[in-house]
């Protein structure tokens, strides 16, 4: 296999069945779910913070905290109805770096990755979406479970040791129990909390379910210091959603598409 970014190896030997099972929601911490030389080549030409948007204050479902960002769409954006300027917070392809451009490419070809999401999300089909995150300093990612057009997420890490210090925060939350009706619940709300790391090659994948309740605190960092991510979101195609869509549903797609879409962490 020519490809240099995906550790086939770990995409072979994964449990399928142990993730599916999992609770409160099927996800998996990975370590060097990329190779060691596609990490550090997609490391290095991470996209620039100039053509990312900032998202600040963006209203969310049910009075939940803002998720306080900047956003790269890759090739059109959701939050396109937002903002006068089509072009802001989107990148094309052909304005990639090489090394990004080429993992763009595998992702979307690659039998072996494509075969092994179908097996943990357990689907015949999906769309799939891209987009990169950068969190900087009291950037929070409130609690909360993403839209049910979503299928899940496997979401790539981009800092090092290095860049990066533990104090800072940063870590995806897993978040289980919920002891409140309520669906702005704070972070003090769950019974289990859970840590996946970010840094040195380190890739969280989720499934989502109304039950895969996620977050990140607010980030402590100084400033110059960032949480930089990509996020590969697999949802279901435009009418194959296998569920009638309940209440929760029909408001967070009225949010999707009127206000802001469920997001990524």
Known sequence: MNQTFINYDLLESFPADSFIAKKPF??????????????????????????FERHSGMERVYGQRP???YYLAYEQSVYA???????????????LPAAWQAFMDELATSDCYLNFIKRL???SEFAVRYAWHVGVTNSEVSPHVDGAPKIGTPIFYFNTSADWQPEWG??????????TPAM???????????????????SFLFRNGEHSWHGVKALTCPAGSSRRLFNVIFEFPAGTQ????????????LFRRGRVTSGEM
């Open 170 to 179: 940063g870590a995806t939350l897993v978040l289980g129990g919920k002891r």
């Open 242 to 253: 296998p569920r009638a869509a309940s209440r929760l549903d029909t408001i967070k797609n």
């Open 26 to 51: 099927p996800w998996n911490d990975f370590q060097q779910l990329l190779t060691p030389a596609g990490f550090k080549a997609l490391y290095e030409g991470f996209p620039p913070l100039a053509l």
């Open 81 to 95: 109805h937002n903002r006068a300027d089509e072009g802001q917070g989107t990148i094309r392809h052909a304005d």
């Open 121 to 123: 999300f357990q689907v």
């Open 67 to 69: 998720h306080n960002r």
């Open 184 to 202: 702005n619940p704070d972070f003090n709300a769950f019974v289990s909390v859970e840590a996946a790391q970010i840094v040195d090659n380190r």
